[in-house]
């Protein structure tokens, strides 16, 4: 398997949206950034922020969640890194607070950031770090979908999210090298 060279976080951008549910992939890569001590600057010609480490770039796309492909495709398509090689974390509906899947390809959930990647790249063949953050109606919750995504998670689904975000980070090593079968294994597996 191949190194992955590109991680992508994805969420909006600006305050107001910092610690909503659908910015899980912006606190992944701000975490990971730190872990492997990459400071995160503006780059416009890939319209997001971005940093380096070796051959390996962390994203965060800097337009709205369903326009994630434009940046996406223009870091990809620079640096000719193919599908293979790119890893998208994002938030995930059908997974509950803290639930985990690690694929590649498949289809968007009706996910806009995952439609808008697919579009730009040509393929759904990029990987995927699914980071569940629950249904509002599987919560019991009255809200639309909409609404739901861009709110907090509630105090206790917090822990469960971020112990999922731990988690990613302590199987990083194994993603990072391509060894996405250990990964599978490590991320699936019950929290302990």
């Known amino acids: 398997m191949n190194p992955l060279r590109l991680i992508v976080g994805l ?5 107001e949206y910092e610690a909503t549910r659908h910015n899980v992939g912006f606190w992944f890569v701000d975490h990971l950034a730190d872990k492997l001590k990459i400071s995160l600057a503006p780059q416009a010609k890939f319209f997001g922020k971005a940093g380096r480490i070796g ?8 337009t709205f969640m369903n326009r994630s492909g434009q940046s ?8 000719k890194i193919p599908p293979e090689e790119i890893l998208v974390i994002h938030d995930e509906l059908d997974l509950p607070p803290g639930g ?15 439609k808008d990647i697919q579009a730009k790249l040509g ?10 953050i629950g249904h509002p ?8 979908v909409v609404d739901f995504v861009l709110h907090q998670p509630r105090k206790e ?28 294994q490590q991320l699936h597996g019950k929290a302990v």
Do not use: M
């Not at 822990?159 to 990964?183: H, M, V």
């Open 123 to 132: 393929t759904p063949n990029f990987w995927r770090l699914r980071l569940g």
């Open 72 to 79: 996406v495709a223009a870091l990809a398509n620079f640096y």
């Open 137 to 144: 109606r599987t919560l019991g919750l009255s809200q639309q």
């Open 157 to 184: 689904e917090l822990p469960d999210i971020e112990q999922a975000l731990a988690r990613c980070l302590l199987a990083w090593p194994k993603l990072a090298a391509g060894d996405f079968a250990g990964a599978q």
């Open 11 to 15: 969420g909006n951008p600006g305050p």
């Open 100 to 114: 985990i899947r690690l694929k590649q390809g498949g289809g968007n959930g009706g996910h806009n950031g995952l």
């Open 55 to 62: 051959e390996t770039w962390l994203l965060q796309p800097s």
